[in-house]
């Protein structure tokens, strides 16, 4: 049997590599993409066997756009992953904070840095598309000037110098990672998490009825966020994680819950890793 295809946004020393190394070892062929969406593709398409997936993080809040896909490509998450993030400001050695005019990086990782940034207005940020690809552009350039937000382990593989060190707004910090496959997850085990879809029919106090359903029957609402339903302006769909003990009172609900309260989508049945 060939290596494992792991799809991930970014180059090695990005948050994605990270999160590939951790879940699956060194001994897989990492297929490196520029977006969420070519990520999605290769694993709808077959040309990687599992992606990896950020969709949320504790400063900055929910990767939106990552749930549309996840819908759209009809991927299942099989795992969830949470990395604890720790920014650093990294430019080529010698360069110093005033030298910076310009840094560059994930528009995650530039919204989990606001508050740093704020001390210096003269510095321009800008969205790229990954972490690590800066670090790398700023090596290969030879580019004075210019920064970038990445993780300890892209300043060492691209040799940059490390300028401010945990320049993310809280010490602590999180991202939530997915991993996701094509087809439906044969389980080895009694999952206790899993990630919905719901899209409910517009029926008064309709969403109050359905969460106190789950909570009566022991689904502990871990996470909600709505998103809109494209075909029909101004009606939204619900995506929410659900934490439980009993599987099949699980399953039982999911039934319910679609004869009473509209379509639902089940993305992934997993163990809870938080
Ligand atoms: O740019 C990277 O290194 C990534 O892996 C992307 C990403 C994200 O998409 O949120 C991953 C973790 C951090 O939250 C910042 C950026």
Known sequence: MGKLKIAIQGV???????????????????????????????????????????????????????????????????DEFYLPIAHQLMALPGQKIEDIREVRSHPMAILQCKAFFAQYPEIQLKDDVDTAAIAQQIAAGNLTGVGAIASRIAAEIYSLEIIAKDIQTVKSNFTRFIILQKAQVTHDFTPNKASIKVTIQNIKGGLAKLLTLMSENGLDLSKIQSIPVIQKPWEYAFFMDTVFEDYDLFLQTMKEISERFGEVKIFGEYQSRK
Request: charged share 20%; proline share 4%; hydrophobic share 45%.
């Open 12 to 78: 090695p020393g990005s948050f994605h590599h990270q999160v590939a190394l951790a879940n699956f070892g060194e001994e897989t062929d990492i297929l490196p993409f520029n977006t969420f969406e070519l990520v999605a593709k290769s694993v709808s398409t077959g040309e990687a066997d599992f992606a990896i997936m950020a969709i949320e993080n504790s400063i900055a809040g929910a990767i939106l756009p990552n749930y549309e896909l996840i819908d759209r490509y009809e991927l299942t998450i099989r």
